[in-house]
Nanobody, 118 residues
Framework: QVHLAESGGGLVHSGGSLTLSCAAS????????INWHRQAPGKERELVAA???????SYLDSVKGRFTISRDNAKNMVYLQMNGLKPEDTAVYYC????????????WGQGTQVTVSS
Protein backbone atom coordinates (compact mmCIF):
# COMPACT_ATOMS: atom_id res chain seq x y z
CA GLN A 1 0.00 0.00 0.00
CA VAL A 2 1.07 3.56 -0.68
CA HIS A 3 2.28 5.44 2.37
CA LEU A 4 3.55 9.01 2.66
CA ALA A 5 4.79 10.57 5.88
CA GLU A 6 5.88 14.18 6.39
CA SER A 7 8.28 15.42 9.03
CA GLY A 8 10.39 18.47 9.81
CA GLY A 9 7.78 21.07 10.67
CA GLY A 10 8.16 23.39 13.61
CA LEU A 11 8.14 26.94 14.89
CA VAL A 12 10.52 29.50 13.39
CA HIS A 13 10.86 33.28 13.34
CA SER A 14 10.16 35.29 10.25
CA GLY A 15 13.16 35.02 7.94
CA GLY A 16 14.14 31.60 9.23
CA SER A 17 14.47 28.28 7.44
CA LEU A 18 13.06 24.78 7.69
CA THR A 19 13.45 21.62 5.64
CA LEU A 20 10.47 19.30 5.34
CA SER A 21 10.83 15.64 4.46
CA CYS A 22 8.38 13.23 2.83
CA ALA A 23 9.13 9.53 3.23
CA ALA A 24 7.44 7.34 0.64
CA SER A 25 6.79 3.62 0.31
CA UNK A 26 4.50 1.16 -1.47
CA UNK A 27 5.08 2.25 -5.07
CA UNK A 28 7.79 2.81 -7.65
CA UNK A 29 9.04 6.04 -6.17
CA UNK A 30 11.50 6.96 -8.92
CA UNK A 31 8.70 7.04 -11.51
CA UNK A 32 6.33 9.21 -9.50
CA UNK A 33 5.52 12.88 -9.42
CA ILE A 34 5.43 14.03 -5.80
CA ASN A 35 3.87 17.29 -4.60
CA TRP A 36 3.93 19.54 -1.57
CA HIS A 37 0.72 21.32 -0.56
CA ARG A 38 -0.23 23.53 2.35
CA GLN A 39 -3.43 24.51 4.09
CA ALA A 40 -3.91 27.30 6.57
CA PRO A 41 -6.98 27.36 8.87
CA GLY A 42 -10.05 28.55 7.02
CA LYS A 43 -8.27 28.57 3.67
CA GLU A 44 -8.20 26.26 0.68
CA ARG A 45 -5.39 23.78 0.27
CA GLU A 46 -2.91 24.99 -2.32
CA LEU A 47 -0.18 23.32 -4.32
CA VAL A 48 3.21 24.68 -3.24
CA ALA A 49 5.66 22.66 -5.32
CA ALA A 50 5.90 19.56 -7.48
CA UNK A 51 8.74 17.41 -8.73
CA UNK A 52 8.47 14.89 -11.54
CA UNK A 53 10.38 11.69 -12.21
CA UNK A 54 13.07 13.55 -14.15
CA UNK A 55 13.62 16.02 -11.32
CA UNK A 56 11.79 18.86 -13.00
CA UNK A 57 10.25 21.21 -10.47
CA SER A 58 7.47 23.77 -10.40
CA TYR A 59 6.46 26.22 -7.68
CA LEU A 60 3.67 28.42 -6.45
CA ASP A 61 4.55 31.99 -7.47
CA SER A 62 4.64 33.23 -3.88
CA VAL A 63 7.38 30.75 -2.90
CA LYS A 64 9.60 30.98 -5.99
CA GLY A 65 13.14 31.86 -5.04
CA ARG A 66 12.55 30.88 -1.42
CA PHE A 67 11.53 27.20 -1.54
CA THR A 68 13.33 24.33 -3.25
CA ILE A 69 11.86 20.87 -3.84
CA SER A 70 14.24 17.95 -4.35
CA ARG A 71 14.21 14.16 -4.30
CA ASP A 72 16.53 11.33 -3.33
CA ASN A 73 15.35 8.23 -5.15
CA ALA A 74 17.81 5.97 -3.31
CA LYS A 75 16.08 6.92 -0.05
CA ASN A 76 12.51 7.28 -1.38
CA MET A 77 12.49 10.82 -0.01
CA VAL A 78 11.26 14.20 -1.20
CA TYR A 79 12.34 17.39 0.52
CA LEU A 80 11.11 20.95 0.66
CA GLN A 81 13.80 23.43 1.69
CA MET A 82 12.10 26.62 2.86
CA ASN A 83 14.14 29.79 3.29
CA GLY A 84 13.12 33.33 4.08
CA LEU A 85 9.96 32.13 5.79
CA LYS A 86 7.11 34.58 6.26
CA PRO A 87 4.10 34.48 8.61
CA GLU A 88 1.87 33.84 5.59
CA ASP A 89 3.73 30.54 5.08
CA THR A 90 2.17 29.25 8.30
CA ALA A 91 0.12 26.17 7.44
CA VAL A 92 -0.03 22.42 7.64
CA TYR A 93 2.17 21.06 4.86
CA TYR A 94 1.30 17.81 3.10
CA CYS A 95 3.02 15.69 0.51
CA UNK A 96 1.05 13.79 -2.10
CA UNK A 97 1.48 11.40 -5.00
CA UNK A 98 0.15 12.11 -8.48
CA UNK A 99 -1.61 9.20 -10.19
CA UNK A 100 -0.87 9.67 -13.88
CA UNK A 101 -3.49 7.07 -14.89
CA UNK A 102 -6.39 8.72 -13.06
CA UNK A 103 -4.90 12.21 -13.45
CA UNK A 104 -5.50 12.99 -9.80
CA UNK A 105 -3.90 12.91 -6.37
CA UNK A 106 -4.27 9.39 -5.02
CA UNK A 107 -2.30 9.50 -1.75
CA TRP A 108 -1.71 12.03 1.02
CA GLY A 109 0.53 12.19 4.02
CA GLN A 110 -0.78 13.17 7.44
CA GLY A 111 0.71 16.66 7.38
CA THR A 112 3.30 18.56 9.38
CA GLN A 113 2.72 21.94 11.00
CA VAL A 114 4.87 24.93 10.03
CA THR A 115 4.43 28.05 12.13
CA VAL A 116 6.28 31.27 11.34
CA SER A 117 6.13 33.95 14.01
CA SER A 118 6.15 37.65 13.17
Amino acid sequence: QVHLAESGGGLVHSGGSLTLSCAASGFTFSAATINWHRQAPGKERELVAAINSAGGASYLDSVKGRFTISRDNAKNMVYLQMNGLKPEDTAVYYCSKWNHINRSIDSWGQGTQVTVSS
